[in-house]
């Protein structure tokens, strides 16, 4: 009678690993953006209202904000296996509905199925990443792909079609099997904890639905979330280790990173719809010159971030506070409102909210139980997204 070991496959090389999950995440950043300068082409194409047409992009950022916390929920319960054929199946779903929808509601159930999908990749990404430089690749990557998203759209539009350029999130689907391999080699694969929190997940995704909405309909929106935020409140009394863990809420280095997390992306978005019109303001420049200032000025910032995180030794206190006092000193240039250092504030501002998005992770998981590490960072990274919806409106408010 012989024994047969069954061993783990060797670990990937380190900086393939690396890539695999930038990968596996960025294409999201690039369909998020990608409509920005579609959507007159839309509205033409499929015959509806501007108004109605703007809807195709809050559809992904409503279904991204959703499925955030509900993927870590998801890896936790299941594993890494079931989130990786679930979202891809997602994306693969929704970008062939956007490549053969006939009306806009369609598209924007694709989009729908794209956002959910691709933030559930870009989650599994961040989670399964175990360091600060390999996080920061991943959001210095998205920073970077995200600022071309337009661009890439507009191009992709011109030369084939629009639908094209709104189905860029199924390129994600080509790091799946790369990444499967990486999550067996950490012994992560089907690693399952504890059971899936249904009526607490339903709960929070109607909180965070009223929150990504409040920008756009206010008053329906606020009551929803008042009415959400209370039944949030009594599903975490009644089950305090479900969908919410009450452990990772009472911890304070989770509450502090969390907090910061969304004021430098609130800050970043906000800044980045103001530049346009304080370039206009301090130094007369045209739309075209602008929006090529932007996105050199949003690259450059994308790899400076790439640069600190990967290859700084600096001490967790300081890979923090670095980017804090960027993202501080980046809103007083703004507010100095000067012609001299007008491109360090979309640079400044997507340095500090890619490089403290990595950093602020780190401590918010770590200090958190172990079964819970993966949902701290769902939350983390719910925080950054929302950012995402209040910054526009933050910036509305400022030029008002």
Known sequence: MTTQLITAPAPPNPSSRRWSLVLLASPTALAANSPVLLFDRLSSSLE???????????????????????????????????????????????????????????????????GAGGAGLFTLAMTLADSTRVRGSITAANGAIG???????????????????LSVSAVSLVAIPRVRHIAVSQMVADRRTGTFDGIGAAAFAFLVTALVLLPHIPAHAGVMAVLALIAVAIRIRVRPHGFVPLAVLRNGAFLTSSFLVLTLSTSYFALLYLFPRLASR???????????????ALLAGSLAAWCWTSWSRASQRVAI????????????LALANTSGALLLVPAGAVFAATSGLAALISPATESAPTQDRSTATGLVMLAYLLGGAFGPNLASAVLN
């Open 48 to 114: 509806e209202p501007l108004p109605l047409v703007v809807w195709v992009a809050i559809a992904f950022g409503l279904a991204a904000a959703v499925a955030t916390p509900v993927t870590s929920a998801v890896l936790r319960r299941y594993g890494v296996t079931t989130v990786l054929v679930g979202c891809g199946a997602l994306v693969g779903a929704g970008s062939l509905l956007v490549v053969l929808a006939p009306s806009l509601a369609v598209l924007a159930c694709g989009r729908l199925a794209q």
């Open 147 to 165: 600022a071309a998203g337009p661009l890439v759209g507009e191009l992709l539009s011109t030369a084939v079609s629009w639908r094209l350029a």
């Open 282 to 296: 301090c130094c007369g420049w045209e739309d075209g010159r602008v929006g090529f200032a932007q996105l050199a």
């Open 321 to 332: 506070a670095v980017p804090v006092l960027a993202g501080g000193l980046t809103v007083a």
